[in-house]
């Protein structure tokens, strides 16, 4: 019984704009008909300059019109202009609506005498003397209990003079007109993102703004995914800022899904309609960003900041790190010499090296951060970002299973960080470490970035600060307790196996990430990402198996070519896929019914585990084709058999092939036709040319 009341509904609603198209036609009159007129505000107008026209609609009484975002499936007003060579009109200027409770929200709508400002800018060839004529087709909808489509055509002609002169008959009904249409103002600041399923836009308002209280606010959004603030929405302060939340509008009346856009605009009000405080603010069209970073609670935050530590006290098992802590604190040592408090002032220094350096790498990550304005998570929404950091990932793991390495020298700078000399020698040497330290911390920077990007900025530089500590705590300790040096593990082999089993974390998200982007571009298509990765690890091993100092520079500027070459196919192979085919699922019914609707049809008798059909998907179907088949109508239909089915088997057998890949064009009113195992772009750009009529002639 409940969806009885809901489904009257859904049909009073059809029923209006239903009962619009056998109401009053376009341009006729009667009891209920709108009287609509094409004002200017110019007598005359001037080469070059603009002017302002209104479209003034005076409704019956008791029936509206509609603002841009009528709220609902009703039409909005809509000008479409006919002017001389050279003329050009400029969007309308929408006034505030009204919010007025419907069936499925708010709508927002004119009641009364509405006026639509339209600037119309003239060119400069006029010539003072002459006339013009301007003509304009209009065409509205007014709503009541139900719904009339009206429309009207208008013819207006205006003197050219060597200087505009207005008219002063229209002086106070244009005056009235601009008093009603919201103007931006740009000193605000805005920004707009999405929060827990529905958007926020967040305003800043310049130092020294007075403005009605937050709760006396209202939203009137220009995009139908949104609802107005009214309609659900709520309003809060975070100091001068106002955080506006609006409610997602998701599906229409129909049950049909809404689709996000990327933009956010609409008019804010603030005050009671006619009280002295009240004003109407337009909000230009603001990008809809990545939600801003939220500060995580103390027991949030501490297995970051636990992490991070533990990552940075992993960095001195490195093999380019671990051989400089003895060397160094034995520097600290002889620097000293017995004195503990000297020693251990050699050690805070270095560690304020180290933390200084990872404060100005912190800083510039930051800084890049805020420059693209992104939030981690919300740009895993983007198959590019996911491939890149996929890659990352991968090449770095290869690098930490020693198939080759970054910073071959770093080995040798203890010697070069032992020469330091004095307290300012022992900083210096802090930032040395960090800098030394960094070609074999990348993997570990890369996933604390993971980490630490989405934090707010205190928070993100406390991670990284953790970082630094755990990289400088074996220095402070060994500063304050030199004796435990003989407790260290002697440098060797241990420290390649321990680097080699961090690849194998690295590689684990590599792989998760290749998990990620495989959902974004399609099972489908995951053969190119593997066969890239594949080529990127043969660069990798060739760089660092001949690109060696001791080889021959013929040998390295060879090895060097190839690798790049490799890496550059391999990024190619593992780049999203362009917009492709549109395939259907295939069944013996669709295609009857696409020959009986005379469209010939494409089949591709396919599976995942088939590589010829893999590299027919990857070299066939070129953008040339693709707009081919959609000039030719064909409609392209995928039989795949990736698990078994007896029916596609059946129609193979049909056909005479018992193995795929198996491509078949049919057209109607001719024999079917089985293209070679491998395919071309330009065998089926000649097939499609030849066997195919132009669309809508096919034989019947």
């Known amino acids: 019984m409940t969806r009885l009341p809901t489904f009257l509904l859904a049909i009073a609603a059809i029923a209006a704009p239903a009962r619009a198209q056998f109401a009053t036609p376009f341009g006729a009159a009667n009891a209920t008909s709108t009287t609509a007129t094409l004002i200017s505000e110019a007598q005359t107008i001037a080469p070059?300059?603009?002017?302002?026209?209104?479209?003034?609609?005076?409704?019956?009484?008791?029936?509206?019109?509609?603002?841009?975002?009528?709220?609902?499936?009703?039409?909005?007003?809509?000008?479409?202009?006919?002017?001389?060579?050279?003329?050009?009109?400029?969007?309308?200027?929408?006034?505030?609506?009204?919010?007025?409770?419907?069936?499925?929200?708010?709508?927002?709508?004119?009641?009364?005498?509405?006026?639509?400002?339209?600037?119309?800018?003239?060119?400069?060839?006029?010539?003072?003397?002459e006339t013009v004529t301007l003509s304009a087709k209009a065409t509205w909808q007014i709503c009541a209990e139900s719904c009339i489509n009206e429309g009207q055509e208008f013819t207006l002609s205006l003197p050219v003079a060597a200087s505009a002169v207005a008219d002063p008959a229209q002086a106070a009904f244009f005056s009235q007109a601009r008093s009603r249409i919201p103007t931006a103002n740009p000193a605000w600041t805005l920004r707009a993102y999405p929060a827990a399923g529905n958007f926020v836009l967040r305003l800043s308002p310049p130092a020294g703004t007075t403005v009605a209280q937050a709760q006396a606010l209202d939203f009137i959004p220009n995009e139908r995914f949104l609802k107005s603030l009214s309609d659900g929405g709520k309003v809060s302060r975070d100091g001068s800022d106002w955080i506006v939340t609006l409610q997602r509008n998701a599906v229409d009346f129909n049950n049909q899904a809404i689709p996000v856009g990327k933009t956010l605009s609409g008019i804010l009000l603030g005050g009671k309609p006619g009280a002295p405080d009240a004003y109407a603010m337009r909000i230009p069209e603001v990008k809809i960003g990545p939600p801003p970073a939220v500060p995580l609670s103390l027991l949030q935050l501490l297995p970051i900041l636990g992490g991070m530590l533990l990552g940075g006290l992993i960095l001195n098992l490195m093999p380019c790190v671990f051989p400089v802590i003895g060397l160094k604190i034995m520097g600290f040592v002889q620097q000293a010499g017995d004195e503990r408090g000297k020693i251990m002032g050699h050690g805070l220094l270095f560690a304020l090296g180290v933390l200084v350096s990872f404060g100005v790498l912190s800083g510039i990550l930051f800084a890049g951060r805020a420059a693209a304005d992104i939030g981690w998570g919300y740009q895993l929404q983007f198959p590019g970002v996911v491939l890149g950091l996929m890659l990352l990932m991968f090449v770095l793991a290869l690098n930490l299973f020693g198939l080759f390495e970054i910073g071959t020298a770093a080995t040798s700078v203890g010697g070069k960080l032992q020469s330091q000399q004095g307290l300012a020698g022992s900083f210096c040497s802090g930032v040395l470490a960090t800098i030394v330290a960094t070609p074999c911390s990348a993997p570990f920077l890369g996933a604390a970035i993971g980490a630490a990007i989405g934090l707010p900025a205190v928070q993100f530089f406390a991670a990284f600060a953790a970082m630094a500590i755990g990289l400088a705590l074996p220095y402070l300790i060994l500063s304050a307790f030199p004796h435990l040096l003989r407790l260290l593990p002697r440098p060797g082999p241990w420290m390649v196996s321990f680097k080699q089993a961090m690849s194998f974390l690295l590689f684990a998200t590599a792989g998760y990430l290749l998990w990620v982007y495989g959902g974004q571009i399609g099972l489908e298509y995951m053969l190119g990402p593997v066969f890239g990765l594949c080529l990127i690890a043969m660069a990798g091993w060739i760089y660092g198996r001949w690109f060696l100092p001791h080889l021959s520079r013929a040998t390295r500027r060879t090895a060097l070519t190839l690798a790049l070459a490799f890496a550059a196919g391999?990024?190619?192979?593992?780049?999203?896929?362009?917009?492709?085919?549109?395939?259907?699922?295939?069944?013996?019914?669709?295609?009857?019914?696409?020959?009986?609707?005379?469209?010939?049809?494409?089949?591709?008798?396919?599976?995942?585990?088939?590589?010829?059909?893999?590299?027919?998907?990857?070299?066939?179907?070129s953008p040339a084709v693709i707009a081919l088949m959609k000039a030719k109508n064909i409609a392209a239909l995928k039989a795949d058999k990736t698990n078994p089915s007896p029916e596609i088997e059946a129609k193979l057998q049909e056909l005479g092939r018992t193995a795929i890949p198996v491509n078949v064009l049919l057209v109607p009113g001719k024999a079917a036709i089985v293209a070679p195992e491998l395919l071309s772009a330009a065998y089926l750009t000649d097939l499609f040319t030849k066997e195919v009529p132009a669309a809508g002639t096919a034989e019947k």
Request: a positive charge; aromatic letters at 12%; hydrophobic letters at 40%.
């Open 48 to 129: 070059g300059k603009p002017f302002t026209l209104a479209l003034q609609l005076k409704h019956p009484a008791g029936w509206h019109s509609y603002y841009l975002n009528s709220g609902g499936v009703e039409n909005s007003p809509a000008i479409e202009w006919k002017l001389p060579a050279g003329f050009s009109a400029g969007p309308i200027q929408w006034p505030v609506p009204t919010a007025k409770d419907g069936f499925f929200g708010k709508s927002f709508v004119y009641a009364g005498s509405p006026a639509l400002l339209v600037d119309i800018t003239a060119p400069a060839t006029l010539q003072a003397g």
């Open 570 to 621: 391999g990024l190619l192979l593992a780049m999203p896929p362009k917009a492709g085919l549109k395939w259907e699922p295939w069944s013996p019914t669709r295609v009857d019914q696409l020959l009986e609707q005379g469209r010939p049809v494409y089949i591709d008798f396919t599976a995942q585990w088939c590589l010829t059909c893999q590299l027919n998907k990857k070299l066939a179907y």
